[in-house]
């Protein structure tokens, strides 16, 4: 199917995947550390767990699985991975969500939020590259990853000390799901002598998603204690310095990235990508901010908790 919203929800689908974190990302360095912070780690733990389940149930494309479907445009090239659950949607889930969550007293964020993230859904369906189930369970699970992040983040505004223990978790169990897949047995099918699927290409989404979680983990212990900045706030200087912030993280998309995949290959140079992304976002631009805007450190438990900072 190619028609005029073709060009659009393709577009749309990309933006999901490689424009949308953007998002976090500002509110994380100007509006609210700790909304910033809960958004982006909603979303990793989302990816985690639809990386584990992709590469275990190795469900193949709807078009390898039924030869009357072919793709709308070039929504192919992006669909990356096994079919089930969607990526893009699982992705695009907690971060929309969670904003909508977050900002939920202002009356227009939810229904703008939910409407994109509705039509990111919507586009996998529509561009073939995901049946209806795929997306059914990654909405599914991001709203359970929304839901024990929104928990979690409760109980350690009652027990901060526990934060670096729940880090440590949360590495630790992506470190075992990279081990997991990366050892795990995959379908070998062959039609007229060709490998239908290569394990190795439908990993490449897991090693990313389990590397970005574990850097979250290790940039956000850092930050927490040897940096511990403050969000610039909506003022012009503000915006100026985190509008700034996405030099460095489109560097680190056309750049970095391809000339890790160079060295180390696919998997681990894409997974140190993706892990050279997330360290900007959680503490290479904040010590930048704090350099810039002159921060001193928090010095009240209230307002470490203001600031996302857990500390006592």
């Not at 490998?195 to 897991?206: E, F, T, Y």
Request: aromatic letters at 10%; charged letters at 20%; a positive charge.
């Amino acid at each position: 199917m190619n028609d005029a919203w073709t060009p659009f929800l393709e577009w749309l689908s990309h933006f999901a995947v490689s424009g949308l974190i953007l998002l976090p990302a500002l509110i994380y360095w100007c509006i609210d550390k700790k909304k910033g912070f809960f958004i982006l780690t909603a979303t990793s733990a989302c990816l985690v767990v639809n990386s584990v389940i992709k590469l275990t149930a190795c469900v193949y494309r709807p078009w390898i699985r039924d030869p009357r479907i072919t793709p709308a445009g070039d929504a192919i090239k992006e669909a990356t991975g096994y079919s089930f659950p969607s990526g893009h949607t699982a992705a695009a889930g907690p971060m929309l969500g969670g904003t909508a969550m977050c900002f939920k007293e202002k009356k227009a964020v939810p229904p703008i939020c939910i409407i994109i993230l509705l039509m990111v859904a919507f586009s996998r369906n529509y561009l073939g590259v995901h049946t209806p189930q795929d997306v059914l369970v990654a909405l599914t699970l991001s709203i359970c990853c929304l839901y024990f992040m929104r928990k979690l983040f409760l109980r350690l505004e009652e027990h901060p000390e526990e934060e670096d223990k729940w880090l440590l978790i949360f590495f630790l169990v992506s470190a075992a799901a990279l081990v997991y897949v990366t050892v795990k047995p995959y379908p070998m099918d062959y039609v007229d002598g060709k490998l239908l699927v290569d394990p190795k290409d439908m990993m490449r989404d897991g090693y990313k998603d389990f590397g970005q979680m574990c850097a979250l983990c290790l940039g956000r212990y850092a930050e927490k204690h040897c940096v511990r900045f403050r969000p610039t706030g909506l003022n012009a200087k503000g915006i100026a310095v985190g509008v700034a912030g996405l030099v460095p993280i489109v560097l680190v998309r056309k750049v970095l990235d391809k000339v890790l995949v160079s060295v180390f290959g696919v998997l681990i140079g894409g997974m140190l990508g993706r892990c050279a992304l997330v360290l900007v976002i959680i503490l290479v631009w904040p010590v930048v901010i704090r350099m810039i805007c002159g921060q001193e450190e928090c010095r009240t438990q209230k307002d470490r908790l203001h600031n996302g900072d857990n500390t006592k």
